[in-house]
């Protein structure tokens, strides 16, 4: 077992173990349920995640397949659009922070759904700072998106209408399978 799959399985979180999963079942290297046995995810933590949390991940006929889907986002320190694929649990939390950040660039400031996104993008800072959450790609690649509304805002206003457009529209879009 590659060391990676190790940390995974001693160190992970449900999150981790779960992204491991969708990765696997993805790629076809494994079925869910031998890449959850490898990990150490319950049937039960499975169920439960992939019911509240993926939409990635769905059955068909006795076995589960994967979707992935592209999302544009800035990382910190660019201030070019990057497009990554992702699935799981980590395709979950890229759409939450995609709308999340919509709310927050059209909504008044001083409306309720503001605040309230405010306070959703906090807490989402803080988990990817904190390390709570590992945001990583198809490929198993760490992703870190920007926190900073105000420069991911002011990067926007500075895009053409066209790249404005592609980057809306590729918020959260099904990606065609590899």
Known sequence: MPASVIKIKTQGTVHEKFDYVSRQVLGGKKS???????????????????????????????????????????????????YSTFTGASA????????????LQRADKKSASYKKAAADFEQMSKDLKSGEVKITDVEGKRVYPSTNVGHIVYLTEQMTETELQEYQESSYRLAEAA
Request: hydrophobic content about 35%; cysteine-free; overall charge positive.
């Open 32 to 82: 869910a349920t031998a890449a959850r046995n490898e990990v150490g995810l319950s049937a039960r933590q499975f169920k439960k995640h992939r019911l509240e949390q993926s939409p990635s991940l769905f059955k068909s006929g006795k076995r589960f397949k994967a979707k992935q889907f592209e999302v544009a986002y800035y990382t910190h320190g660019t201030e070019e659009v990057q």
């Open 92 to 103: 979950h939390w890229m759409r939450e922070y995609r709308n999340t950040l919509a709310i």
